[in-house]
């Protein structure tokens, strides 16, 4: 499935957001200190694996000077979007996105599973496409749209699937149903009216040990029915 | 909620909404590693990175003196246990061999063995700490096979283990050796006109739960601890921990979390009770989660085996003779499920003549836990193929087969007494109706397996309380964490009992303080047991009801009827107008206070389980891959009480089966180390491995017990892997004695069959 174009704004929105001023006892960059010591960052920079966030594998940039930033190994205090809202949140950069949903905003819908990318039971929306949030850092996903489980539906107002899932019987010990249906709530919304073997794809890779898979792909497909209803 | 189901019951059999589905949906459900409380450390767990070593020295200076640690501990911070099988809550264990698991002491025993713990004030601290502590080891040859550990003079694990046969001078690694018998085989093998016999091996599997273990200590400065963790039993956590900590019993809470499946590997120990000695150091709550590496590593797969298998029959197909031999791997510490492999393997069948010898062997592997029918499915690995090249010897149908000498009431089992109501033809006939077996099968390289399976199933310990409210709303408190349905099944027998509505009853999984002992979730007794104790304390609460409305009208209590929900006097007619179950309730303190319904049980007359399955394979010849195109179960459930929980066990059981039969095994190289620690490398079925599973549920009602359960949590994992042999052989002519029958092996196996059928037309030339 595709995602969804990159705001135009990403780098200013980075900028903004990120706080080189926060109280964290982490280094403090300031434009200035970041130029003399340009060299020496990004070999760090470049050793940690941290990249711009901006980077746009569909549309390289040059980075602009300034642009790229020396986060850690301190805590720094940055902004992430999630369920619709701005969160602050202040962790190491090598905390990953699930580490800063589950550990410090205490959003703990999403599920360490695998800490590989291997099993789904992470799965988050980053811009409305479903990613496995054990393999993204959190300063990654700063200036994208972030949905959790916790925002797709509430109790008082679920999502067509989630009401699909309980109708269906579509979980047995309900630990992967939430990347479950993080995966397919992005799925319908990219094709609304799938075929099982489209809906098998869109779950590949979330496992689920009690072999609930039928049940799941029943209630993908009574969701999808019910959306349709509805529009 | 469907009106009503057959069999005169109300609310048992149909398909009510389960009462925690919504929070599961929103991510609200609160599992083991989701609770965090205020000035929480976090801890990590140093592992062995030897399967066999003297550990000569641990050094932990450095580590406790980088910022943020805050206690380290080792198995010197745990008290010495008893070399001996002793009692711990309800069940004998070596004490010993615990504590030795849960920290090595002295030895490490595999790869992955934990060695120490650390507590951090952040997970990533508590990572860099372990790099941070000094362990010195004395290598020792790893001993990783049964064989290889049987052999005179192998290298020794545990150096005080001992078994009766070779008394007590010898050092061994054979912890027991089990022997069944029954008629004279050597007699019985006289009288068979065919005689097949097999060598089989088996990998070790783990059970694969997906919700890697967790565990929040919270000790408090008067001795009194409560762990919050996703276990099957919280009363085993309480007695194990307070075992190995040496605490009193009575002293710890334990609050079972949601759980994230467990299939057997949660029913012990192994991050509690270090999460309680580390929040004792450090005065603060302390969490661990396991990685899946640390799961595959360090937690309790199931037995790795070598089973050789002989059987006779005579030319029109009664069997007259068997006799097996097994070894299982038990791990690191005696306690493999072999035992229970040698009782079941031919199980299922009425064979006058049988002589099984079983062993259980200490292996440098992690020590195994329970899986789902723990050791049946080896087992039967061996037993339901040979008897498949029985069938095809004899001409006769595989169902026919079963069915011509299928255990049945009255038939002797292979060790106790005869078999009481079972239902193990009733499967075999489901199959035999069933639209797939019914089906024709057509294609180059299909093939067809069936293959049954026979489980103990269990019965122990459960209690419950059944509440009902001042609104007529009934809750159900029980001691069985729901790990698949328990809560709506155990509301709807209380539902049943007293005639409300499945809306108005709530089930609560109470902590180890607010609901008596009940035993580990396990050997499909939840349903069987905690459901009778809820039964009979619905009942209790029918009988108090009685008491009040006789109270207020002025009668005894055998002069009022209760019926659907309704309370009326036994004569009809008068003044006296019937009421409901709500009407009572808001009288109930002018009627002698609330009523409380309580009940416990220690079930016995447990049924028995079987299940018959069936499956079409294609096989890839060219690269030895095997798509299962599709699979049906029979299982007798006794009275299914929620069927779609019922065909969610069997479905489970069977994909569970199926990933064992073609895929899935742990790795270890020649130096003994664990290769495949992730879920990449181990690997499980996707929803692209597995066909819709259909079912038949099979009702033959246990006898004694007042709904007629039978426990329907395990046997399903029973037939697959033997069924898929038989499938394979039938698709493309090689009979596979390994599992996991992966595309190596299963091509391996049919270019030997190619190059012999080569050599063959050769010499003919």
């Not at chain 2, 609310?11 to 459900?29: L, S």
């Not at chain 2, 209590?557 to 009326?568: A, C, R």
Request: charged share 20%.
């Amino acid at each position: 499935m595709s995602r969804r174009p990159r705001d135009p704004h990403h780098n200013e929105k980075i900028a903004a957001e990120f706080d080189p001023a926060a109280d964290d006892g982490g280094p403090k960059l300031s434009r200035r200190s970041f130029l003399k010591g340009a060299g020496a960052a990004a070999a760090v920079a470049g050793l940690l694996g941290v990249q711009p966030a901006a980077a746009d594998d569909a549309a390289p940039e040059p980075p602009l000077a300034g642009a790229a930033e020396r986060l850690g190994p301190g805590p720094a205090t940055f902004k992430l979007r999630i369920n619709g809202a701005t969160r602050t949140v202040t962790a190491e950069p090598r905390v990953t996105l699930l580490g800063v949903l589950r550990d410090h905003l205490g959003l703990t819908g999403a599920k360490l599973v695998c800490d590989r990318g291997a099993c789904g039971a992470c799965t988050v929306h980053l811009d409305g496409a479903p990613v496995t949030s054990c393999m993204m850092l959190a300063i990654d996903a700063r200036g994208h749209e972030i949905t959790t489980i916790e925002g797709l539906g509430a109790p008082d107002r679920m999502h067509a699937l989630q009401d699909a899932f309980v109708a269906k019987d579509a979980l047995q010990c309900g630990f992967c149903t939430p990347g479950m249906t993080m995966a397919l709530s992005a799925a319908l919304e990219a094709n609304p009216n799938p075929s099982p073997a489209e809906i098998k794809h869109a779950i590949a890779g979330n496992i689920c040990r009690c072999g609930t898979y039928p049940h799941v792909i029943e209630a993908a497909l009574a969701a999808a029915q019910a959306a349709r209803g509805q529009a | 909620m469907a009106a009503s189901s057959s069999n005169g019951f109300r609310v048992i059999g149909t398909r009510p909404i389960r009462h925690d589905g919504v929070d599961k949906v929103t991510g609200r459900a609160k599992y083991g590693a989701d609770y965090a409380f205020p000035g929480m450390l976090h801890g990590k767990v140093l592992r062995s990175p030897h399967p066999h070593a003297n550990i000569k020295s641990i050094k932990i200076d450095k580590a406790l003196a980088l910022p943020g640690v805050k206690a380290i501990v080792t198995s010197a911070d745990l008290p010495a246990l008893p070399d001996k099988m002793e009692a711990a809550g309800e069940q004998a264990i070596n004490l010993n061999h615990l504590s030795m698991n849960i920290l090595a002491r002295g030895k490490a025993l595999y790869d992955g063995h934990p060695i120490a713990a650390v507590a951090a004030t952040s997970p990533h601290i508590a990572d860099e700490a372990l790099r941070l502590i000094e362990v010195e080891y004395e290598l020792l040859p790893p001993v990783m096979t049964v064989e290889d550990a049987m052999k005179p003079g192998a290298t020794i694990l545990l150096p005080s283990l001992r078994n009766k046969e070779d008394g007590p001078d010898k050092e061994t690694n054979v912890a027991a050796h089990l022997q069944f018998k029954r008629g004279d085989v050597a007699e019985g093998f006289k009288q068979a006109d065919y005689v097949i016999e097999r060598e089989f091996k088996t990998a070790m599997v783990h059970q694969g739960y997906i919700e890697p273990h967790n565990a929040v200590g919270i000790y408090n400065a008067d001795g009194h601890a409560t762990i919050y963790c996703s276990t099957q039993g919280s009363f085993v956590v309480r007695a194990l921990s307070a075992a190995v900590l040496g605490i009193a019993e009575g002293k710890i809470k334990v609050v079972p979390a949601e759980i994230g499946g467990g299939f057997g590997g949660k029913t012990t120990i192994y991050l509690e009770p270090l999460s309680v000695l580390l929040s004792q150091k450090t005065g603060h709550p302390v969490k661990l989660t396991m990685t899946r590496a640390e799961v595959l590593r360090a937690t309790g797969p199931t037995s790795g085996s070598t089973i050789r298998c002989k059987m006779g029959a005579t030319k029109d197909g009664k069997l007259v003779a068997a006799q097996c031999w097994l070894a299982y791997e038990a791990g690191a510490f005696p306690g493999s499920p072999v035992g229970a492999g040698a009782m079941t393997i031919v199980a299922p069948y009425n064979i006058p003549n049988i002589l099984v010898d079983a062993y259980d062997v200490v292996v440098n592997r992690p020590k195994t836990a329970a899986y789902r029918a723990p050791g049946a499915s080896n087992a039967a690995m061996a037993s339901e193929t040979v008897l498949d090249e029985l069938a095809e010897k004899c001409g006769i149908d595989p169902l026919e087969m079963r069915l011509m000498n299928g255990s049945e009431e009255g038939t002797p089992q292979t060790v106790g007494p005869p078999f009481k109501r079972i239902g193990f033809k009733e499967t075999v006939e489901a199959i035999k109706n069933s639209p797939h077996y019914k089906s024709k099968l057509t294609g180059a390289n299909r093939g067809r397996g069936v293959a049954s399976g026979f489980w103990f199933n269990v019965g122990l310990q459960s209690s419950a309380t059944v509440n009902i409210h001042t609104d007529g709303t009934v809750s159900v408190v029980i001691g069985s964490v729901d790990i698949g349905g328990t809560r709506a099944a155990q509301a709807m027998i209380a539902a049943e009992v007293l005639g409300v509505d499945i809306n108005d009853v709530r089930p609560t999984i109470a902590d180890t303080d607010s609901i008596g002992h009940t035993d580990v979730t396990g050997g499909s007794r939840t349903c069987f047991a905690t459901g009778w104790a809820v039964y009979e304390a619905a009942q209790d609460c029918v009988r108090q009801l009685k008491e009040r409305a006789a109270k207020l009208w002025e009668k005894k209590p055998d002069e009022v009827v209760f019926e659907n929900g309704m309370l009326s006097p036994a004569q009809p007619g008068g003044e006296l107008k019937p009421m409901s179950i709500k009407q009572i309730a808001s009288r109930l303190a002018r009627t002698g206070g609330p009523i409380v319904g309580r009940a416990t049980v220690n079930a016995r007359g447990v049924g028995p389980a079987f299940a018959t399955v069936c499956v079409d394979v294609e096989v890839d010849p060219d690269t030895g891959k095997t798509q299962i195109l599709r699979a049906t179960i029979a299982q007798d459930a006794g009275k299914a009480i929620h069927p779609s929980y019922v065909e969610g066990q069997m479905q489970g059981g069977m994909a569970q089966g199926l990933g064992w039969g073609l895929n899935e095994e742990y790795f270890y190289d020649d130096r003994g180390i664990l290769r495949n620690t992730g879920l990449l490398d181990y690997r499980m079925p996707t929803c692209l491995d597995l066909p819709a599973i259909e079912t038949a549920i099979v009702e033959v009602p246990t006898p004694g017990h007042p709904l007629g359960i039978r426990g329907v949590g395990e046997v399903s994992i029973v037939p697959p892997p033997a069924a898929l042999a038989n499938a394979i052989y039938h698709a493309v002519g090689v009979r596979m004695t390994e599992l996991p029958m992966s595309p190596p092996r299963l091509l391996k196996a049919i270019l030997k069959k190619r190059a012999a059928g080569e050599a063959q037309a050769a010499a003919a030339d």
